[in-house]
Nanobody, 124 residues
Framework: QVQLVESGGGLVQAGGSLRLSCAAS????????MGWFRQAPGKEREFVSR????????DYADSVKGRFTITRDNAKNTVYLQMNSLKPEDTAVYYC?????????????????WGKGTLVTVSS
C-alpha cells in the first residue's frame, strides 16, 4: 500500500513557476514508477509526466515538454514536478500517482495509487 500526498499548488501569474511535491509513504517507493496527471474543470484527467523507478527514464506530454521537469528523490520518498513558464491552460488539479510498471504509467488506468490532488491556478 502506498499513500501519496501532493503539495505546492497555488495561484501564479502566467510566465511564473511552481514546484509540486508528492510525498509517499511506504518502504517500496523506490520500486514504483511515478506520474503526474491533471484535470481541468469540465475535462478528462490527462497525462502530464512520468518517471521510472530510478529516475533515469522520464516522459512528458507534448503540451508541457520543455517547460516541466519531473524528478524523484528515493531517499526522501518524494517526486517533484518543476513547472516553469506557466500558462493559463495549465490551470488544473494536479494528481500524483504510483504504478508498478513504467510502460503502463502514461495511462491513468495503469496507475495503482493516487493522491488527492493539489490545485494549480495560472492567471493571465
Amino acid at each position: 500500500q502506498v499513500q501519496l500526498v501532493e503539495s505546492g499548488g497555488g495561484l501564479v501569474q502566467a510566465g511564473g513557476s511552481l514546484r509540486l511535491s508528492c510525498a509517499a509513504s511506504g518502504r517500496t517507493f523506490s520500486t514504483y514508477a511515478m506520474g503526474w496527471f491533471r484535470q481541468a474543470p469540465g475535462k478528462e484527467r490527462e497525462f502530464v509526466s512520468r518517471i521510472n523507478w530510478s529516475g533515469y527514464n522520464t516522459d512528458y506530454a507534448d503540451s508541457v515538454k520543455g517547460r516541466f521537469t519531473i524528478t524523484r528523490d528515493n531517499a526522501k520518498n518524494t517526486v517533484y514536478l518543476q513547472m516553469n513558464s506557466l500558462k493559463p491552460e495549465d490551470t488544473a488539479v494536479y494528481y500524483c500517482a504510483a504504478g508498478t510498471a513504467y510502460y503502463r504509467s502514461r495511462d491513468a488506468y495503469g496507475m495503482d495509487y493516487w493522491g488527492k490532488g493539489t490545485l494549480v491556478t495560472v492567471s493571465s
